[in-house]
């Protein structure tokens, strides 16, 4: 049986040995689609999870104690049925969990109204959940109020892209990369957040593809560059901007590609070229002069060579999100590097199902499709659902796999937000922050134990198939009887009957079928043979790609520079053994042992200054004690985390500085006080 690898949104396709019902070995598949026939260590052996996953479905004592006497006389009776699970749980049999979610969620909208309960979640599951997720929330609840993990990771992406090419999603597969002659990687540590899509890009440097890597510390990936660029922090778009105003100023944009597939040129060339932020700007940034002559190649480069763009994080988690995605689809179009074979743009995308949680409608301004809801049910994003718990306008959370309180920023203020809920329902694999505020917690299948089609980076729907048995319920079946419950309208047997309907109502997915993707998978859209998107027009309404302008705006690190100030600065990601909050990578004997907690890189020109261990402090919190390791591979006075350990609080330190569209948080840089908890040497 075929699976998908639960972790980044390369979506690996395993297989498994199985002995007395349990995974013992994970294997690739050999002619993996998405995997390249590869896999990493985490889709080896993150896998063991499985022997530490919720099995039960629990109901707070709390939540007992402050309801029993306000439910129906048919629900207190039954309440003879709850055992005690642990020192905060009742272990509750599954129909009685889902009467009294059902329950509690009409007595808040009766009481409070329908605006008053807000969705979060979709991306860690299956197509089939995202989507009926969103609308039980949409059609059942009433309430426009649904999101999902996209708000922190790539919903600039979407935005950006969106803007000028009609369509916020790869143009090209991964294997395109075997057939360009340039890739550009900006804020993506590759090798350790997209291990497959890095194995394709080192093979295809000894076929000759030119690697250009631009990040704000020396990563990995860098090894295998012919030009590797370290930015200030924040400099994105000023970076790429220049770019553009380069190609421009020695007219070596594709001209014919312009006039044929683009609009809005002419007044985009006339701003960028009155831009004062050029490539010279960066001899004025000491330590960072030679970027100037960088700009040069690279513009000669991209609009010469079938390139590829590719971005991450690094990108996408800045104020200027949206707009340097934009800016980066610009340099696309204006180099003819998008519609063909080997060239493209590639949003290298974080979760398994990510994609496909957006193209479903778990966005609070999207339905499925990306059509847009009446601009009077047009919801909150989650910062501002957040906001809306905090001024008691929302009063409950149905939270579907998304650990909101340690993978989203400024924490202390979400946890005073989730302090206030008077409901929280949790899907979840896995006991994690989340689950420990829950009233009441639904044990649902894992993506090895269940079926239903996901989404990846590269569009590519796969199917996937259980490699064990589980008796618990996959997230649409708790959706299934709650709605039950509460109008009765949904009678889905299964996740096929879901994907049906999807593939029915849903443009991208129109044509699908289970019987389709057995077979092999598919990127959307599925009606389509083709692969590579944008072939001879645009995803717009007109069919033509949109140049916009976005002024790159001085702050940060930058700022200081120009001032001659030296302050510090935080960067956080990913550590490859390790995935997002860790609540399934950590059970894993081999990945622990690899990584096994946050380390604080710091340059080691600090030695004299910085102990062994340090508490980072910002405006809006501090960590906890850090493990510090020097190194050459961050700049003086930047500094690197992970945040995959929720006991160090590392998003404590961050707050709602958020890119200015979609409000994707400010991950990438932060500035902090370093504390140090032992003495320098």
């Known amino acids: 049986m075929i699976s998908v690898c639960t972790y980044c949104g390369v979506g690996c396709e395993i297989d498994a040995e199985i002995k007395d019902g349990k995974i013992v070995k994970i294997h690739q598949v050999k002619n993996g689609k998405s995997s390249g026939g590869e896999l990493c260590i985490k889709g080896r052996y993150g896998y063991e999870f499985l022997n530490k996953r919720l099995?039960?479905?629990?109901?707070?004592?709390?939540?007992?104690?402050?309801?029993?006497?306000?439910?129906?006389?048919?629900?207190?009776?039954?309440?003879?049925?709850?055992?005690?699970?642990?020192?905060?749980?009742?272990?509750?049999?599954?129909s009685l969990a889902a009467d009294i979610a059902a329950w509690k969620i009409k007595d808040i909208i009766n009481k409070y109204g329908n605006r008053s309960i807000a969705g979060i979640g979709g991306a860690r599951t299956n197509l089939e959940s995202a989507y009926l997720f969103q609308k039980f929330i949409r059609n059942t609840l009433k309430s426009p109020h649904v999101d999902n993990c996209?708000?922190?990771?790539?919903?600039?992406?979407?935005?950006?892209?969106?803007?000028?090419?009609?369509?916020?999603?790869?143009?090209?597969?991964?294997?395109?990369?075997?057939?360009?002659?340039?890739?550009?990687?900006?804020?993506?540590?590759?090798?350790?957040?997209?291990?497959?899509?890095?194995?394709?890009?080192?093979?295809?440097?000894?076929?000759?593809?030119?690697?250009?890597?631009?990040?704000?510390?020396?990563?990995?990936?860098?090894?295998?560059?012919?030009?590797?660029?370290?930015?200030?922090?924040?400099?994105?778009?000023?970076?790429?901007?220049?770019?553009?105003?380069?190609?421009?100023?020695?007219?070596?944009?594709?001209?014919?590609?312009i006039k044929n597939r683009c609009v809005k040129f002419e007044e985009y060339k006339e701003l960028i070229l009155k831009d004062k932020y050029d490539k010279h700007f960066f001899e004025k940034l000491k330590g960072f002069e030679h970027i100037k002559s960088q700009i040069e190649e690279i513009s000669k480069i991209i609009t010469s060579h079938k390139t590829i763009f590719a971005w991450g994080l690094g990108v996408t988690e800045h104020i200027d999100g949206t707009e340097s995605v934009n800016a980066i689809s610009n340099l696309a179009m204006m180099s003819g590097n998008i519609g063909k074979s080997g060239a493209g743009v590639l949003p290298l995308r974080g979760q398994n199902?990510?994609?496909?949680?957006?193209?479903?409608?778990?966005?609070?301004?999207?339905?499925?499709?990306?059509?847009?809801?009446?601009?009077?049910?047009?919801?909150?994003?989650?910062?501002?659902i957040i906001e809306a718990v905090l001024e008691d306008k929302i009063k409950a959370i149905?939270?579907?796999?998304?650990?909101?309180?340690?993978?989203?920023?400024?924490?202390?203020?979400?946890?005073?937000?989730?302090?206030?809920?008077?409901?929280?329902?949790?899907?979840?694999?896995?006991?994690n922050e989340i689950t420990k505020k829950a009233d009441i917690v639904f044990a649902v299948k894992s993506a090895y134990e269940k079926t239903g089609v996901y989404v990846n980076a590269e569009r590519r729907c796969h199917l996937s198939t259980p490699l064990v048995d589980s008796n618990l319920p996959d997230d649409w079946e708790v959706i299934?009887?709650?709605?039950?419950?509460?109008?009765?309208?949904?009678?889905?047997?299964?996740?096929?009957?879901?994907?049906?309907?999807?593939?029915?109502?849903?443009?991208r997915f129109r044509g699908g079928s289970y019987e389709m993707l057995r077979n092999f998978p598919k990127p959307w859209p599925l009606s389509e043979e083709s692969e590579i998107l944008h072939k001879e027009k645009f995803s717009t309404p007109d069919g033509k790609g949109h140049f916009h302008y976005h002024?790159?705006?001085?702050?940060?690190?930058?700022?200081?520079?120009?001032?001659?100030?030296?302050?510090w600065y935080l960067n956080t990601g990913r550590e490859l053994a390790?995935?997002?909050?860790?609540?399934?990578?950590?059970?894993?004997?081999?990945?622990?042992?690899?990584?096994?907690?946050?380390?604080?890189?710091?340059?080691?020109?600090?030695?004299?200054?910085?102990?062994?261990?340090?508490?980072?402090?910002?405006?809006?919190?501090?960590?906890?004690?850090?493990?510090?390791?020097f190194t050459k591979s961050v700049r003086p006075f930047t500094l690197f985390t992970t945040f995959h350990f929720a006991k160090n609080h590392i998003n404590y330190l961050f707050g709602d500085e958020a890119d200015h569209k979609v409000k994707t948080a400010r991950f990438k840089s932060v500035e902090v006080e370093v504390i140090n908890v032992t003495p320098a040497k």
């Open 480 to 507: 299934k009887h709650i709605e039950n419950r509460i109008k009765g309208d949904y009678d889905y047997k299964s996740t096929e009957d879901i994907f049906n309907e999807i593939c029915a109502t849903t443009g």
């Open 398 to 431: 149905i939270n579907m796999g998304e650990d909101i309180l340690h993978i989203h920023p400024n924490q202390n203020k979400i946890a005073k937000a989730f302090e206030k809920l008077e409901f929280l329902a949790v899907m979840e694999v896995m006991d």
């Open 551 to 567: 002024k790159y705006h001085v702050r940060g690190e930058v700022k200081d520079l120009l001032e001659g100030k030296r302050k």
């Open 55 to 94: 099995q039960k479905h629990l109901i707070s004592y709390d939540f007992i104690k402050r309801e029993a006497e306000n439910m129906p006389f048919f629900l207190q009776v039954r309440l003879a049925n709850l055992y005690e699970y642990d020192e905060r749980f009742y272990e509750a049999p599954f």
């Open 150 to 257: 996209a708000r922190v990771c790539h919903s600039p992406s979407l935005s950006g892209l969106k803007m000028s090419i009609g369509e916020g999603a790869s143009s090209v597969s991964f294997d395109e990369i075997f057939n360009a002659e340039a890739i550009m990687i900006i804020g993506s540590n590759t090798t350790q957040a997209h291990p497959m899509v890095a194995s394709r890009i080192i093979k295809a440097k000894k076929r000759g593809l030119k690697i250009i890597v631009v990040d704000v510390r020396e990563i990995p990936i860098m090894k295998f560059a012919d030009i590797s660029v370290i930015l200030p922090f924040e400099s994105n778009l000023l970076f790429v901007n220049a770019i553009a105003k380069e190609i421009l100023k020695n007219s070596l944009q594709n001209d014919e590609f």
């Open 353 to 384: 199902n990510v994609q496909g949680a957006c193209d479903v409608g778990c966005l609070p301004y999207y339905l499925p499709d990306y059509v847009r809801p009446p601009e009077d049910f047009v919801g909150l994003m989650t910062p501002d």
């Open 578 to 629: 390790q995935y997002n909050n860790a609540a399934q990578t950590k059970h894993s004997e081999k990945l622990l042992k690899k990584y096994d907690d946050d380390i604080l890189l710091v340059n080691e020109i600090h030695k004299e200054q910085i102990g062994d261990k340090v508490v980072l402090k910002s405006v809006y919190g501090e960590s906890k004690p850090l493990k510090v390791k």
